[in-house]
Structure formats: structure tokens, C-alpha cells
């Protein structure tokens, strides 16, 4: 039962990468985690028609598609 999920109550920014044929956590799924967790400073659906849950790791423009993104928000966070 996740109603006994500590995750909802945490407080670090958060940024939500969902692929469309993403077969293991949906877009829809991945919305309402969303609308759940506090801090979400970023909701994205990848940029790549097709792309799947496992190429976030493997994909060969993840580095361009997620990966550039996720080290710019960071860099971006620490400058503050």
C-alpha cells in the first residue's frame, strides 16, 4: 500500500521525465505522481516519438534529450 510512502512528504525540487510508449511507468501514471509530489519543478514528455522506459538509459540521444537538461537544472540550482 503506498499510502505508507514517506515520498509525498519530501521537499527536494523534482523533475519527471516520461517517455510516450513508456510501457513501464505511463504518462498517465506519471501525471498523477505529479500532481502528488510537492516541488515539481519540472513535467516532461520526452521529445522523441517512441521513446520507451529504457531509453533513459540506452536511448542514443538521451544524453541530448534528457541528460543536458537534467545537468543544466542543476547547474542552474547551485548557482543560487
Known sequence: DNADWQVFAGSAAVAL???DDDDVACIADSEVLA???????LFEVVEFNGWTHWDFSTGIDADKLVY????EMMQSNNQK
Open 35 to 41: 500532481q502528488r509530489l510537492p516541488n515539481v519543478t
Open 17 to 19: 521525465f516520461v517517455g
Open 68 to 71: 543536458s537538461k537534467i545537468i
